[in-house]
Nanobody, 121 residues
Framework: QVQLVESGGGVVQAGGSLRLSCTPS????????FGWYRQAPGEQRELVAR???????NYADSVKGRFTISRDNAKNTVYLQMDSLKPEDTAVYYC???????????????WGQGTQVTVSS
């Protein structure tokens, strides 16, 4: 069973930076569309940034100009670079990706396990 493996969360002071990474546990599954979501305590999960299969990128207004979503096709890995972090960015961050396996023939959506990001003031 393929999984999305996330890494890169942690504790950082306000104004600092973190980079989150996400990659499939099996190299035969390729990422097509992908995105990052977050969920703060007591809140609903919300979109942070997403890239669709056509390459169009969308960001939540709250992170525009501070966060950058990207991918490395050679490594089959996607990233979320988070700069100028604020305490209100504190949340569990989840990777979401459509994974395509040529044998299966169509992409399916998967979620990562989540990684905690804590920004102290």
């Amino acid at each position: 069973q393929v999984q999305l493996v996330e890494s890169g969360g942690g504790v950082v002071q306000a104004g600092g930076s973190l980079r989150l990474s996400c990659t499939p546990s099996m190299s035969t599954f390729k990422i097509t569309a992908f995105g990052w979501y977050r969920q703060a305590p007591g809140e609903q999960r919300e979109l942070v940034a997403r890239v669709n299969s056509g390459g169009t990128t969308n960001y939540a207004d709250s992170v525009k100009g501070r966060f950058t979503i990207s991918r490395d096709n050679a490594k089959n890995t996607v990233y979320l670079q988070m700069d100028s972090l604020k305490p209100e960015d504190t949340a569990v961050y989840y990777c979401n990706a459509d994974l395509l396996n040529q044998i299966i023939g169509r992409p399916y959506a998967y979620w990562g396990q989540g990684t905690q990001v804590t920004v102290s003031s």
